[in-house]
C-alpha cells in the first residue's frame, strides 16, 4: 500500500466521527434514490401487468340507456378494438347497524368470453348465469369482514335482493377505490363493488336488453388518435343521451395510481440531491480545514518529491471514500426496502399481481451521481494544496488579522456583554463562512422538519374550509334520477330540517378552443345559503345570474380568466352546445366544479323546475329516515367525511414520521461536523483559554453557546424556507381532484422549532467527547492534523 493511501487510512481513523455522518447522508442519499426509482418503476409495470392481464378499457362512456345493437356498431369505427356494455349503478346496501349508510356500485359482467375490464378472481368462483349470487371487490370485502357464502342485501329499486357471495375479486378500475371524484378520501367499509350476472342486472336494475355503460378497448397502433376516435364515438353514441366520457388517464383510479408513482419519481430526485449536495457542502469545509491543519506536512510531502497532483489526489480520495462506502451500503440496503415499500404499495393498493425487478441502471446512476457530488466537493475543498509552497510551509502560518468586528464599536451594547458571550460573538462574526453554512444548515433541517408537520395538521383546517366555510350544509342527498323540486317539499315531510335548498348537478364538457374537461356543473338557487364562494384572493363572489364560476384548478386546466368565453357541450342528445361567460374563479379544495344558477341550468338542458338533489341542514336522523325512500341515490353528511379524514390520519403521521427522520438525521449531521470541525480549527484558541485558567467545562458551554445562537438565527432563516417547501410540496401532490391551501397555523411553526432545538442539542452532545479528549498540550506544539 502507498504511504499517502496509509496514511489516508489513518485520517478516516482520527476523523471517523465525521467521516461516518457524512457516510450517513450519502447512504440515505442513495437509498432513497434507488429504493423509490425501483418502487415506482415496479408499481409502476404492476399495474401495467394487471391491466393486461385484466384487458383494462381506454375508453368508458356513460349513456342514458343502449341497446346491444348500436353497441355493436361501434366495431365499425377505424381502431376500436372491442366494445362492450354493462349495467352499472349506486344502490345502498342492507347492514345490521340501520343507522349506517353502505353504498354498493352494481355492476353487471357481460357474456362475452372475453372481457374488457375482467375481474381478477382471488378466492372462490366465477359467477353462474341466473343465479342470486355476486363477487365482491376485495377492499370491500375485508373492509366489512365478510366470509364466503355470506348473503348480503342491496336495496334496489324498493326491493331487496338477497344475494350469496361466492367469490372474491380485483379490479382493474378499483385498484384505488373511491366512490367518485368528490369523495375525499378511499372508505371501503362505506362504499363497494359487486359483481352480477348481467340477467339479474337487467331485470332488478330495469335494463331489460339494453346497457348504460359502454366499455371501448382501442388498437394499440391507434392510440394516439384516441381523441379523434373519441369524436366519432360520442357522435355514434349522441342518440343515447351520452351523460359522460372518460379516457383511460381521466379514470378515477387510473389518475390516483399514476400521480402515486409519479411523487414517488419526484421525491427520489428532489430528497437525494437535497441530501448530496449538504453532503458535498460538509466535505468541502472539512477537506478545507484538514488542508489547512495540515499545511507543513504537505510542504513535507512537496519537499520529498510528490506533485501537485498526487497530493490533491491524496485529499480528493477522503471525500471518494466516503461516497464509494455510502453509495454501496445505499446500494445494498436499498435492495430489501424497495421489496418491502412495493409489497406494501401493492397490498395497500390491492393490486393482486407484483411484478418484482431489481433495475441496475440505477445503482449506476446512483454511484455516478454521488460520484460526482464527491469528487467536485473534494477538488474544491482541497484545492488549496496547490497554492502551498514547500518552504512558506515550515514556518507557522501567520494568524488572521484579528480586527475589531462592527459590534464592538457599539458601546453601549458590547459594554454590557460578558466576556465568555463577546468570544462567542467575535467568532461567529470572524469565521462567516462556516457560520452562514451553519445557519443555513439548521435553516434547512427546519424546513425539512416543517413540511411533515405541516402536512400532519393541513387535513383538520382543509376540513374546516371545506366544510365549515365553503360548504355549510350538513347532508348533501343525490337521486337517483332527475326529479321535480316538489321533491324538496316532501323530503322536508319526511325530516325535520333546518333549511334545504334544491341543487341540479349534471356533467358538461367544458371546452375553450382545443382544451376541454368533463365536469361536473353544480345548479344551485341564486341566493344559496350553504356555498359560500371565494375568489382565491378571498374576496367574496356571489353566484351569476348568467353566467358561470369555475372553480381555480378547472379554470387553470381549460386556462381561462374571467370574462373568457366557454363552451358548455351538453351530453342530452336533443340540445345544442351553449356558450357562457365565465364571471368567477372560486376556490375550492376538493374536486373541480363549476357553478350556476339552477334556473339558467335548466334552461340550457331545456327542462323546468329539474333537480337532482338537495341539501340540507338538520339535526334529525337523516339517513335513518330517509333509509326506505325510493329514489335517492346517496346521502352524503359531513360527519361520515371527518371519520374518514381521522382513519387517514394514521397513514399520514406514519409516513410524516419517516419525512421527520430525514430531517432529523440531517441536522445532525450538520450540526455534529461543523461543530467538529469548529473544534479542531480552534484547538490552539482552547488550548490558549485552558492555560488561562478555563475548564472543560467553561470551554464546552462556549461552543454550545455559539451552536445555540446559530440555532436561532437558523430557525429564523428556516421559517420562509419551511414555507416554501410547503408550497413547494402542494404544488406538487395537487391534482385535479383536490388541491391543498398553505394555511401554516403558529402551533405547528412552534413544534418545528422545538423539533429542530431536540435535533441540534443531540447533535451537540455528541460532540462532548471530542472537547474531554482534547490534548492542550500537544495541540499547542502540533498544527499537523
Known sequence: MKKLDVRLLRSIKNSKGQFISISVIIVLALTIYVSFNMVADNLNNSILYYYDTTNFGHIFVEVSKIPKAAIERLHTIEGVEMAQGRISADVPLRVEDPKEKVMVRVVSLPKEENLINDLYVIEGDDLKDGLRSTLVLQQFFDARGMQLEDTITPYIGGTEYPLSVIGV??????????????????????????????????????????????????????????????????????????????????????????????????????????????????????????????????????????SNFSILGHYTKYSILIGLVGSIIGIILSIPLSSVLTSLYIIYMNIPMLKMEIYYIYFIYGILLTSIFCIL??????????????????????????????????????????????????????????????????????????????????WDSLFTLQYGEFQTMDYSIDFASPMNDNAIRELSHIIDVSYIEPKSEIPFELKRGWRKKTASVIGLSRDTKLYNFKSPSGVEIKLPGNGIILSEILAESLEVKIGDKILLKNFMSDR?????????????????????????????LGEKGMITGALINSEDEVITRLQDVKNIRQIQSVEDMKNSILEFMDMIIYSMGVMMLFGGILGFAIVYNITIISISERTMEFS??????????????????????????????????????????????????????????????????????????????????????????????????
Not at 730 to 753: E, Q, R
Open 169 to 306: 375479486v380485483g379490479s382493474p378500475e378499483y385498484i384505488y377505490l373511491m366512490e367518485n371524484e368528490q369523495t375525499l378520501l378511499p372508505a371501503p367499509e362505506k362504499f363497494g363493488v359487486i359483481y352480477v350476472t348481467e340477467e339479474f342486472a337487467q331485470s332488478a336494475l330495469g335494463y331489460q336488453g339494453s346497457y348504460n355503460e359502454v366499455l371501448i378497448k382501442i388498437e394499440d397502433r391507434y392510440i394516439n388518435k384516441i381523441d379523434s376516435i373519441v369524436d366519432e364515438i360520442e357522435d355514434e353514441l349522441d342518440r343515447y343521451g351520452v351523460r359522460r366520457t372518460v379516457r383511460r388517464e381521466d379514470q378515477l383510479s387510473h389518475s390516483m395510481m399514476m400521480q402515486e408513482v409519479e411523487s414517488l419519481d419526484t421525491m427520489s430526485t428532489s430528497i437525494t440531491l437535497l441530501f448530496l449536495i449538504v453532503a458535498a457542502v460538509i466535505i468541502n469545509i472539512m477537506l478545507s480545514r484538514i488542508v489547512r491543519n495540515d499545511r507543513m506536512y504537505i510542504g513535507v510531502m512537496k519537499a520529498l518529491g510528490y
Open 688 to 785: 490558549s483559554l485552558r492555560v488561562m485558567g478555563f475548564d472543560k467545562k467553561e470551554i464546552y458551554k462556549l461552543v454550545s453557546r455559539e451552536n445555540g445562537l446559530m440555532t436561532l438565527f437558523g430557525i429564523v432563516l428556516g421559517v420562509p424556507i419551511g414555507y416554501g417547501m410547503c408550497v413547494g410540496i402542494v404544488s406538487a401532490v395537487s391534482t385535479d381532484l383536490f388541491s391543498i391551501p398553505v394555511i401554516i397555523k403558529p402551533s405547528s411553526y412552534i413544534i418545528t422549532a422545538v423539533a429542530t432545538i431536540i435535533f441540534v442539542t443531540i447533535a451537540q452532545l455528541a460532540t462532548i467527547r471530542k472537547i474531554h479528549n482534547l490534548n492542550f498540550i500537544d495541540a499547542l506544539k502540533s498544527r499537523v492534523s
Open 576 to 604: 345544442e352546445d351553449t356558450s357562457v361567460e365565465v364571471k368567477g374563479i372560486i376556490e375550492q379544495y376538493f374536486g373541480s366544479n363549476a357553478y350556476m344558477d339552477i334556473e339558467m341550468m335548466n334552461d340550457i
Open 377 to 458: 466537493s473534494g477538488l474544491i475543498g482541497a484545492r488549496s494544496v496547490l497554492k502551498i509552497l514547500p518552504a512558506d510551509s515550515m514556518k507557522p502560518e501567520a494568524p488572521k488579522v484579528g480586527k475589531r468586528i462592527w459590534l464592538e464599536k457599539v458601546k453601549f451594547i458590547w459594554n454590557k456583554i460578558s466576556f465568555s458571550w463577546k468570544m462567542v460573538i467575535r467568532n461567529i462574526l470572524r469565521t462567516k463562512r462556516r457560520s452562514v453554512f451553519l445557519v443555513l444548515g439548521i435553516a434547512l433541517t427546519y424546513g425539512i422538519t416543517m413540511v411533515p408537520v405541516f402536512m400532519t395538521s393541513i
